[in-house]
């Protein structure tokens, strides 16, 4: 005798399981030898339900009326379902199955509502809703990969402009070295005329500056 099917597996598998309800042994996947490689599965594609764009749910808040009648469910199609939801909630919770059963059919029959109708507008609207998750679900997965591309995009930016500063970094420390190894030897040279001679010229010369005035001097700029 086979166990009795869950919520989660009728009808297109898109129940929501609920603590407490009986589920079904997943079946046994077959063994593969060890030296062959796994096959290759390929998840569907899920099936459209929706005739017009579903709306957006902004801050998570979901228009459930605008995701079933994005799936062609009309208004009168939706109080039904809601009628028979709100009759079920009015029940005292202690009253039996059976008997709530009982007097949720007899009213929607008096409201002249076939209950084969409830039925299926609840299946269309757990096919609605499983749509949306899943189209919701793909946009996410979308914007979430679009984003870390451009996350990847801009620390690479990071990494190669932080490069470019410590190339030119050591560049400078390269400059300044081989300038400086220069200018010692320059230096030896004027050494030789002695500091009193150089002092003179540096005064005297239209094209020098005299560190120790602050003023910068170039040609035109002497008086």
Known sequence: MSEPRSWGTTVLGWFVVRDGEPQEKPTPLPE?????????TTAAPAPNFFQTPPPAAPDGQVDFAGVFAAAGIEGNEQDRV?????????????????VRKQIVEAAMKAFGVPLDKIIETGVEQI????????????????LLAESRARIDHLEQEIRDVRAVMDQRTKEQASIAAACNAKKVDVQRVLEFFGQEAVAR??????????????EVSGPGNRT
């Open 201 to 214: 010229v540096v005064r005297e010369s239209p094209k020098l500056h005299d560190p120790s005035s602050g």
């Open 127 to 142: 096919q609605a809703l499983e749509g949306y998750i899943r189209t919701s679900a793909a946009d996410t997965d979308k």
């Open 82 to 98: 809601k009628r028979a939801s709100d009759l079920l909630a009015s029940l005292p919770s202690e009253t039996p199955m059976p």
């Open 32 to 40: 593969v030898p060890a030296d062959q490689p796994p096959p290759e």
